[in-house]
């Protein structure tokens, strides 16, 4: 019995070990692979954030023109219906 115990101890013992060290490399791994990933999502949250305010920004300039351009839009208008009118 005794040498048995031996024996199956001898045996799984390595592999026992083995299976420990692969597990801590596999939590080493995921570790670093968690760390990269924070760093990808901090700086994707960033550049979200800053595409964000470029957007607001490039829509509130492209009021500000629209509302600029809209007077001159509205004399060349009448001034091609009047022309329409007077042709008629």
Not at 3 to 32: C, D, H, M, V
Not at 37 to 54: A, E, F
Not at 57 to 74: F, G, I
């Amino acid at each position: 019995m005794f040498l048995t115990f031996k024996f199956t101890f001898g045996f799984l013992y390595p592999r026992w070990s083995s299976t420990g060290a692969q597990l801590n490399e596999k939590i080493s791994t995921f570790a670093e692979l968690l760390a990269a990933w924070q760093i990808y999502n901090d700086q994707y949250v960033t550049c979200k954030s800053g595409l964000g305010d470029k957007e607001r920004e490039v829509n509130t300039l492209m009021l500000q023109q629209d509302a600029a351009e809209s007077p001159e839009r509205h004399v060349d208008q009448a001034k091609v219906k009047l022309i329409r009118q007077l042709l008629i």
